[in-house]
């Protein structure tokens, strides 16, 4: 198997007393979707902060980019490598329109050093296009646009700086089913031009439509790497909640029918 | 990066020009008049007003004045309202800029008040020449303006606590600095008083129009043309000539009145130069763009690589001096700086102005243009009203008051409309 475009190893953070992440190895593929998994707290938003330079790891674990040991400080370096993190508030500008937000901190300029929107319009086009993301116009403010139309903005905007690995924090979490397969859609194309993504959700069914591997942490541990084509729910699961007897099963077993009705839809 | 997307091929790539964008859905596809009506009819409803109150206020204002008093309308009356908005209109421009971060500052008034203080005292007591007097002025407004930005953005204070703080403090320092006298009178001849009187020949204000005109079309017209050849969706030259002829029709109506009575003035000329370049700063800047961005969501600014605080401090300056040349506008139109000049109804007329025109008090929507709509409809009311007999001020602010209710109301409604438009797309 090729280098990991990004690969993590015996990484730790602590927050006072609370060690939010303990000695956790991680890495990412070009053209894979890893789905990181793990109860609420179990340390998935610290990891993926870890990695967007927005926390500094503890001393001891290491870092590399396609190989080669990096240190990420500060988000600035992390995009400079090539990262891109969407967290699960937007940061959009509800005001501006879709180009606005799209260009918004990296704006085109032209001769006398105003805006150039023509150029600016033009690129979210193709941009849009290489989606195919069909939205109708771009001069509308954001804030008319639905919650999936939201996100893929979003996440459309992440891609300008050409990142090779993308991390979104529960990206369909606020979304109805036709949104998120939008999303889910616009995932899997990233995999296909060859990104690397991260995607956190707690939604089992999402992982199972788009991701190719799961990472389980619980208690801010590794908990098991699984490809979730070989892999049964049961299995995650009880990776997750760290037992086979756990509520989940349990609840399954009690109602005496098969674990999830989405799983089946495969 | 590859690309591998199954969406249909680009025909002829480079090549041709492709057609103009336009999806089937996109409704906004403009054809004639009844076109335009329907996109009207569907902006109003979605809650994008634009500026049609405002224009509709100020035809209504127009014809009940002139029904109760037939020289509202004479030119005269027109060309003094033009240099009596001057002075509040300045500060409107800085309110304005306010406003859209979502802010608000109260000092204005006070800001205006030491500015023509520090004119009057600098000039008279202290024989600067006038010039001097107005730049001291002028530097005294940006560095009160940055005081205020700095303990607003910096230190966290919410921005109505340190503004109401210099409502008080700039103006106890303007009563200090003209203690004893109450008033000190300028000079009726030099630079000063020249700000207020000076009105321009006919063909001055012709070439005004010309120049407006010419640089207006010029502009659109290869915006429109660059937006063509790069497949973009483009206004048809129909709307375009529209659009033109209604600019050409408002500048050229204006400016015969005004030559019928002394020209065009200068203060005015400074007020709509003042509101023009702040409206080419709002939009067609990187900075005007980061002002909207903080406005809107001032924490996705940060997140996109924005100094939040640099910009809210640099818009605290920019206001507070436009207060200060509305403190010298002041002074100019009443050849005295006097320990009330400011301190009246200027600050609520200001803010009232921005919010009249159409700047959004909920921060990020608004332009340059509402201190020019907002100050000609408070100016046209303050007129009007003063040629009706036995009317005074007390009236004068309950109207103002009613109007001002109006033009919230409007936008909190269509705050509301935006708002239950959002989630409509899916
Ligand atoms: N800034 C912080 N300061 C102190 N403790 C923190 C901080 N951030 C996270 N933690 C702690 O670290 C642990 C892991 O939190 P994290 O947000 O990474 O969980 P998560 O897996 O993303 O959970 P969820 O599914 O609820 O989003 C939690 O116990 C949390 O309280
Ligand atoms: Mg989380």
């Known amino acids: 198997m090729s280098t990991p475009v990004l690969e993590l190893s015996g990484i730790s953070k602590t927050f006072g007393a609370v060690r939010a992440l303990d000695e956790v190895d991680f890495h990412v593929d070009e053209g894979e979707v890893v789905a990181l998994l793990g109860d609420n707290g179990a340390g998935k938003s610290t990891l993926v902060k870890v990695i967007a330079g927005a926390h500094t790891a503890d001393v001891g674990g290491g870092i590399a980019w396609d190989g080669d040991d990096v240190t990420i400080a500060t988000p600035a370096d992390a995009q400079r490598l090539g990262i891109a993190t969407i967290y699960q508030d937007l940061a959009l500008c509800d005001n501006l329109d879709i180009v606005g937000n799209l260009f918004l901190g990296s704006e085109r300029l032209h001769f006398p050093g105003t805006l150039d929107e023509v150029e600016m319009e033009r690129r979210s086009w193709e941009l849009l296009d290489s989606l195919s993301v069909s939205i109708p116009d771009l001069r509308v403010p954001v804030a008319s646009l639905s919650g999936g139309q939201r996100q893929i903005i979003a996440i459309a905007r992440s891609l300008l700086g050409r990142p090779r690995v993308v991390m979104l924090d529960e990206p369909t979490a606020a979304l109805g089913v036709a949104q998120t397969a939008q999303v889910l859609d616009l995932i899997e194309r990233l995999r296909d031009q060859g990104l690397g993504v991260v995607l956190i959700s707690h939604n089992m069914a999402d992982v199972r439509a788009v991701a190719d591997r799961a990472s389980v942490l619980r208690l801010g541990r590794n908990a098991g790497d699984f490809s979730v084509a070989d892999t049964s729910y049961e299995e995650i699961v009880a990776a997750i909640t760290g037992a086979s007897d756990n509520p989940v099963s349990r609840r399954s077993t009690r109602a005496g029918q098969e674990p999830l009705a989405t799983e089946d839809q495969r | ?426």
């Open chain 2, 1 to 426: 990066m590859s690309q591998q997307t199954p969406v249909a091929e680009d025909p002829g790539q480079g090549t041709v020009p492709p057609a103009p964008r336009r999806d089937p859905r996109l409704l906004s596809v403009i054809t004639g008049p009844s076109g335009w009506w329907s996109a009207i009819k569907r902006n109003l409803r979605s809650g994008e007003l634009g500026a049609a109150p405002v224009v509709i206020g100020l035809i209504l204002i127009a014809i009940v004045f002139q029904s109760l008093n037939d020289r509202f309308l004479s030119p005269q009356n027109l060309s003094n309202l033009t240099v009596q908005i001057a002075a509040i209109g300045l500060m409107t421009t800085g309110v304005i800029m306010v406003l859209l971060l979502g802010e608000i500052d109260l000092s204005i008034g006070s800001v205006a008040g030491l500015s023509a203080g520090i004119l009057g005292v600098t000039v008279m007591r202290h024989g600067f020449p006038e010039w001097a007097g107005i730049l001291t002025a002028l530097g005294v407004g940006l560095l009160v303006g940055l005081v205020h930005g700095v303990i607003f953005a910096r230190i966290g204070v919410p921005a109505f606590v340190v503004t109401l703080a210099g409502l008080l403090g700039w103006q106890g320092l303007h009563l200090f600095l003209m203690a004893p006298d109450g008033t000190i009178n300028t000079r009726s001849d030099g630079l000063i008083a020249a700000l207020t009187q000076t009105y321009f020949v006919a063909w001055i204000g012709w070439a005004i129009v010309a120049l407006t005109l010419l640089l207006y079309a010029g502009t659109v017209l290869t915006a429109e043309r660059r937006r063509r050849s790069a497949g973009l969706p483009y206004k048809p030259l129909s709307e375009v000539l529209l659009r033109a002829g209604l600019l050409a029709l408002a500048l050229v109506v204006g400016v015969w009145i005004l030559n019928q009575h002394k020209g065009v003035s200068l203060a005015f000329l400074i007020f709509v130069g003042a509101v023009v370049v702040l409206d080419l700063v709002l939009r067609k800047t990187r900075y005007g763009r980061m002002v909207y961005a903080v406005g809107g969501n001032a924490e996705a600014a940060r997140r996109a690589g924005i100094n939040v605080v640099l910009i809210r401090i640099s818009v605290f300056g920019i206001a507070s001096t436009l207060a200060a040349m509305g403190g010298i506008m002041l002074v100019s139109r009443n050849i005295a700086a006097s320990t009330t000049t400011g301190g009246g109804s200027e600050l609520m007329m200001a803010i009232a102005a921005a919010v009249i025109g159409g700047t959004s008090l909920f921060g990020g929507r608004g332009n340059a243009y509402s201190a020019l709509l907002g100050g000609l409809v408070l100016g046209a009311i303050t007129s009007g009203l003063l040629l009706l007999p036995n009317v005074d001020t007390s009236v004068r602010f309950m109207i103002t008051a009613a109007v001002l209710l109006v033009a919230v109301i409007l936008d909190a409604v269509s705050r509301r409309g935006r708002k239950t438009h959002a989630r409509g797309g899916a």
